[in-house]
């Protein structure tokens, strides 16, 4: 609180300067020594208060931008009282000040190109496949919240609490929800003085339930006066430049931290460029300013959702400068607004590592063709915009809910979380199922390219295993899908299970090896006939998955 105390005073000083008419002479009237001594004595203090609570209310930043807007008014007062020279001069600032603030209100107009530069992205093509042994965190926040608020009465004295916002994170290797308590009401913080704790949940399994973890927090976003998180940052980093909500993060003991992203303004007071989190200890309030490259490994979203889906903006809107983004639009991709945290949808990838999915669609109305789509790393937040295969058109987030909606349309079932992944070699949308009132009904695949295959299943893994069978069925291929080697096996049958989908048969079986495969008919029309004690030589993909997918089938004697 030293540098805001500090800040104020100069700040007040300045104010001072201005109002008081150090030449002792207000028009044809002269101040006396004492007069002028009371006047600007009581000058400084009531504006030393009067920026004191200004900060304090509204949690205001004191970089020396903001002043310009104060400037003008406060010359334009002085010079009304001040005479001859003293006069000119302030009137001089009074004109200083009007310019001041056209360049802070005609920034956007002309700091697009530094806007577009911040958010630069490197290229890729395509993700990279999804590795088929792994369970995608596609469990999704609105079913989550929903369980998390029927175990609330795990809090003690629940009526002095409710759910706060939900982060997902991963925490000694399991991806989980984090929720945290907070207060309901300021009489309820008055009389508790401290959260017990937070929520945690499976990101990847929605049968798992919910548990209270209990952990006294004193410093959170719904606590008041100093208490309150956003104000106790405030105070201790008056001049520093945030952008976007406080968030919550456990260490792998499960102590809770709160976070959030500062930077500086592109230009003027407009733009954000993220350069590093101020780290808020929830039960001590101790806090620490850390810069991007040294956040330490437990926390995964550095970059707050919010700064993602400003860059999106950035990237997609200023290719061409500001005027482009509003007439002619050439070039032009807008950012999604399908993410479930700020138009942005927080995933993690093979390397265990949180980023930021987005994509980005056509500025022309009417059209769910996707232009390609953004992962951003949440911790340093480098971004890659992958542009897809340019000979297929991929329809966009917008698009495969339309799909998802249309499909249980007698059930009033939707979509929610659509992430784009690379399964068996096909860019696919993936999709958590939910009905009217909020639960978990399946999840939900479709082909970005071909929309007509899809799948769906009670588990992502199911849907999966549906979904490999489905663009066999429409003539795509899993060959050379994965990471996966191709490897071939001869065997006998010991048990056979045949289903009908369609208009083929997916026949699956267990060998003498403990091996489980899946294939199906179209692939290998003549699997209609195994039967167990049957010998085979197959060709498959050593996926590791409990049923690995078979390329070739040959029953030996048929």
């Known amino acids: 609180m030293g540098q805001l105390l500090l800040i104020t005073a100069i700040g007040s000083l300045l104010i001072t300067l201005l109002l008081v008419p150090l030449t002792k002479k207000v028009k044809n009237d002269e101040l006396s020594t004492k007069t002028f001594s009371i006047l600007a004595i009581t000058t400084f203090v009531i504006s030393f208060i009067s920026v004191f609570l200004t900060v304090y209310i509204s949690k205001i930043d004191l970089s020396w931008t903001i002043f310009l807007y104060v400037l003008p008014v406060v010359a334009i007062a002085g010079a009304i009282f001040a005479v001859g020279v003293e006069q000119k001069i302030k009137s001089a600032i009074v004109l200083v000040g009007i310019i001041g603030i056209g360049y802070l209100v005609s920034a956007p107009f002309f700091n697009a190109d530094e806007k577009f530069e911040s958010a630069q992205m490197k290229e890729q093509t395509e993700i990279s496949p999804f590795d088929e042994t792994k369970t995608p965190a596609s469990v999704p926040p609105q079913f989550v919240r929903n369980k998390m608020k029927k175990a609330f009465g795990q809090v003690p004295n629940t009526s002095y609490y409710e759910l706060g916002s939900l982060q997902i994170q991963k925490v000694n290797d399991k991806y989980v929800y984090i929720a945290p308590v907070e207060f309901s009401g300021v009489f309820k913080w008055f009389n508790g003085k401290t959260t017990p704790g937070y929520f945690t949940m499976s990101a990847t399994d929605s049968s798992d339930n919910p548990k209270f973890i209990k952990s006294e927090m004193s410093y959170v976003p719904s606590a008041y006066f100093n208490k309150n998180l956003e104000r106790h940052i405030r105070l201790n980093y008056p001049t520093l430049i945030f952008y976007g909500d406080p968030q919550l993060e456990i260490d792998e003991d499960g102590h809770p931290y709160y976070i959030r992203s500062f930077g500086e303004f592109i230009s003027a007071r407009n733009g954000f460029d993220v350069k590093g989190i101020v780290l808020v200890d929830a039960k001590t309030g101790q806090s620490e300013r850390i810069a991007t490259a040294d956040v330490p490994e437990f926390i995964d979203g550095a970059v707050s959702p919010e700064t993602v889906s400003l860059q999106n903006s950035y990237y997609g809107n200023y290719v061409h400068g500001f005027w482009n983004s509003l007439v002619g639009k050439k070039d032009v991709k807008l950012p999604s607004d399908e993410g479930i945290e700020a138009n942005v949808s927080p995933i993690f990838m093979e390397d265990g590592e949180m980023y930021y999915f987005t994509d980005f669609t056509s500025p022309k109305e009417g059209v769910d063709s996707m232009l390609g789509y953004a992962l951003t790393h949440a911790s340093s937040g480098e971004a890659t915009y992958y542009t897809g295969n340019l000979e297929e058109s991929y329809m966009d987030s917008r698009g495969a809910l339309d799909i998802i909606e249309k499909k249980f349309i007698e059930k009033e079932w939707n979509g929610e979380m659509p992430i784009l992944y690379n399964f068996y070699g096909e860019a696919s949308w993936l999709s958590a199922v939910l009905d009217a009132n909020g639960f978990l009904q399946n999840y939900f695949i479709v082909s970005a390219a071909n929309p007509e295959i899809s799948a769906f299943g009670t588990t992502p893994n199911e849907a999966l295993r549906l979904y490999k069978t489905a663009l066999s069925r429409g003539g795509s291929t899993v060959d050379g899908s994965s990471n996966a080697e191709e490897a071939q096996l001869a065997s006998?049958?010991?048990?056979?299970?045949?289903?009908?989908?369609?208009?083929?048969?997916?026949?699956?079986?267990?060998?003498?090896?403990?091996?489980?495969?899946?294939?199906?008919s179209e692939t290998a029309p003549f699997a209609i006939y195994l039967q167990e004690g049957d010998k085979v030589v197959l060709t498959y993909s050593k996926t590791g998955e409990d049923f690995q997918p078979v390329k070739a089938l040959q029953i030996v004697g048929l």
């Open 492 to 520: 006998e049958v010991v048990r056979v299970y045949k289903e009908r989908v369609g208009d083929f048969t997916i026949v699956t079986f267990l060998t003498t090896t403990g091996e489980n495969f899946i294939v199906s």
